[in-house]
């Protein structure tokens, strides 16, 4: 379903911002944030260091 | 085009160079540590547990040596200019307040008073948004009514936004995350503070043109100065971020090169380049290892680095400015979540293609939270090893006539003491003759005063040490245990404890202080005395938190102890905040309180 816009759709994007200002409200202008690869897939070594690092008493959080 | 490129990398080879000589100067000096203490020990005969002791003497010194190569490097003042554009300005740039359950009306001043600084220092446009996490009720009511008070006071409307989350996923980091992804296109550059943060604009106004001058910059850390400390224990913190900050600061911007750090707030990032690089994941896993990042600033510094950008720590910015914790207990507190969070990065050391001085800055995170427990477990294992020495045998040859007496290595007990002990003290030395020579005594109310104050200064972190250590000790047991410590709100403001509730927060400090000792009395009264220095505060710990959370003056006031340069010369912003909840009144009302704080008077703008 598309998010309904409190302005007009056909507005551009630096239109539609200053639109948000003068209601003085925050502009609606997303931007992109694509989530970052931090862990790499488990080897053996990666396995052994997360069983250490997840500590004896990890069943309990 | 050349030469630019050219001085960019003499600027990084000779970045190489210096933290090349000075990982190497503290591994050595951590190196020869162990090598006196393993000839001391073997004069008794070399046992493995002595080995193991000097294993851990070995890392300890070695991270008391990366202190003291820190302050050498940043004894030098510097002469780095920072380009800045000086054309007019065209970024549009927001100031982002994350807020969660704080005092609204001390917070929403301190956005009223950089609005009018920034207001006054540019005609550009700036705004403010203020992100709220608060999940109380009452505290999210009386943010809606002290915005509404705080429109009405400047006139901000399209500049100063507030908007609150009705989920606070992420904490922190998801609530700018949130920011971006709704709104981040609207803006070039954004400047995240804390709540207690405060900037003056002619600073603002300073870091974006130095961002604009430099396109290639995704991150400008300001070193904040801590102020408005009203405790014995928050002044003394508050003077010796004063008076040492600078030269160990300046130490690690040599050290940094494009790979500077982020502290998480009081700095400058160019949107385009963090909402590309900086979306963190969730890690796999059940808290504290797995879950949402906890320190995410150093991984934002590390992420924007390995996207190719610049992260830079400029000193040489003033008129940033935070606040700090005023208890010990407070200051326990806050550096529980730290220790989660930096050990939380052991998980993404690993991660690929950071660059090798951001993997680096993870060990040290980590290190600085498993330092203390090196040196807890050195004298652990020290006193183990004495008690279980065999008695010396002085006729090994059963047809001897005269005893054979082991050599005495005293002397080199006493020297490896003494060496250490001038580890910890060289650099503040160090740093008290520069202030001397360069004159910035002045501002900590003259050398005699400075000099006082940096004696009582290292008498009392002295005394807090062993407690502080105890904390923190504590701290690693929990995570590696597994517990979560979750994100407990910050207390500003009058943090004064009493007797009750200081030994209700540290009698796990006192009984272990006390084993301490009566373990040292009943194996071996030879080490008692090595003891007492760790001991007998750990048995007053209670007295010690409980006394220097009382108000500092007038007892340290009227002495003049611990002054700081914005003391003697009030920052203009400082004056500014004052002054907007001087007309706010109540002025200063602690979060608890908040529910009853009176309806603002909306008439008065």
């Given amino acids: 379903m598309m998010r309904q816009s409190m302005f007009d759709d056909q507005a551009t994007a630096a239109e539609r911002v200053a639109q948000a200002l003068e209601l003085g409200r925050l502009p609606e202008a997303p931007r992109v944030m694509p989530t970052q690869v931090l862990e790499r897939p488990q080897g053996r070594l990666q396995a052994w260091i997360a069983m250490l690092t997840a500590g004896p008493g990890a069943a309990r959080t | 085009m050349a030469r630019p490129r050219q001085s960019e990398e003499s600027l990084q080879r000779r970045v190489l160079l210096v933290r090349a000589v000075a990982v190497l100067l503290a591994l050595a000096t951590g190196a020869g540590a162990a090598a006196i203490f393993i000839q001391y020990a073997a004069a008794d005969g070399l046992t493995p547990m002595a080995v193991f002791s000097a294993l851990l003497l070995c890392f300890s010194t070695s991270w008391l040596a990366w202190g003291a190569c820190l302050g050498l490097i940043g004894l030098k003042p510097s002469r780095f200019r920072a380009p800045r554009h000086e054309g007019p300005i065209a970024s549009r740039t927001v ?31 700036v705004h403010f948004a203020i992100l709220s996490d608060s999940r109380d009720p009452g505290i999210a009511a009386a943010e809606e009514r002290w915005f509404a ?6 006139g901000g409307a399209g500049r100063l936004f507030y908007r609150r989350r009705s989920q606070n996923t992420g904490r922190k980091a998801g609530n700018i995350e949130d ?68 030269v160990f600061s300046r130490g690690l911007a040599r050290l940094q090169g494009r790979t500077g750090p982020f502290w998480g707030h009081n700095a400058m990032v160019r949107v385009e380049a963090f909402a590309a690089a900086c979306g963190l994941p969730v890690l796999s896993g ?19 680095a390995r996207a190719g950008w610049k992260v830079r720590l400029d000193i040489d910015i003033r008129g940033s400015y935070e606040e700090a914790p005023e208890s010990v207990v407070e200051h326990a507190k806050r550096d529980r979540r730290w220790c989660q969070g930096n050990l939380q990065h052991l998980r993404i050391i690993g991660a690929p293609g950071l660059k090798a001085w951001s993997r680096f800055v993870f060990l040290q995170g980590v290190f600085a939270y498993i330092a203390p427990v090196l040196w807890a477990g050195f004298l652990i294992s020290v006193v183990v ?29 006493i020297g490896l003491a003494i060496g250490i002990f001038g580890l910890l003290m060289m650099p503040k030395l160090l740093t008290t003759l520069e202030a001397l020579i ?7 109310g003259g050398t005699w005063n400075a000099l006082k104050s940096v004696l009582a200064d290292f008498l009392l972190l002295s005394f807090l040490a062993p407690i502080l250590m105890a904390y923190q000790t504590r701290s690693v047991w929990q995570v590696l245990m597994g517990r979560d410590g979750g994100w407990p709100a910050n207390l500003r403001g009058d943090a004064r404890l009493s007797l009750a509730e200081a030994w209700a927060a540290s009698r796990f400090i006192v009984l ?6 009566t373990i040292g009395y009943f194996l071996t009264t030879q080490i008692l005395v090595w003891l007492l220095p760790v001991a007998v505060p750990m048995l007053l710990a209670p ?62 703008g």
């Fill in chain 2, 95 to 125: 100031v982002i307040v994350p807020v969660c359950n704080e005092d609204p009306v001390v917070t929403f001043a301190r956005v009223a008073a950089m609005y009018r600084s920034v207001s006054a220092a540019t005609a550009v446009p």
């Fill in chain 2, 149 to 154: 008070r705080l429109m009405a006071d400047t």
């Fill in chain 2, 179 to 246: 920011f971006f992804a709704r709104s981040g296109g609207a803006y070039d550059l954004a400047l995240i503070l804390d709540a207690d943060s405060l900037m003056e604009g002619d600073a603002i106004v300073e870091m974006i043109r130095r961002m604009e001058a430099d396109p290639s910059l995704g991150l400008l850390q300001t070193l904040p100065v801590v102020v408005r400390a009203q405790s014995i224990f928050g002044r003394v913190m508050q003077f010796a971020a004063a008076f040492f900050s600078p």
């Fill in chain 2, 286 to 304: 059940p808290p504290p290892f797995g879950g949402h990042i906890l320190s995410h600033d150093y991984v934002e510094a590390a992420l924007l």
């Fill in chain 2, 385 to 413: 090893d004495h008690v279980t020495q065999p008695p010396p045998n002085y006729f090994p040859d059963p047809h001897q006539f005269f005893p054979v007496f082991p050599s005495d290595e005293t002397a080199k007990a």
């Fill in chain 2, 438 to 444: 360069a004159g910035r005594t002045k501002g900590f």
């Fill in chain 2, 512 to 517: 272990a202080g006390a084993a301490c000792l």
């Fill in chain 2, 543 to 604: 007295v010690a938190i409980s006394l220097t959370s009382r108000a500092a003056r007038p007892a340290v006031g009227r002495a003049r102890l611990f002054t700081t340069p914005e003391e003697l010369a009030v920052p203009a912003i400082l004056t500014l905040h004052d002054r907007v909840l001087a007309g706010w009144q109540p002025v200063a009302v602690a979060p608890a309180e908040v529910k009853s704080l009176p309806e603002p008077e909306l008439a008065r």
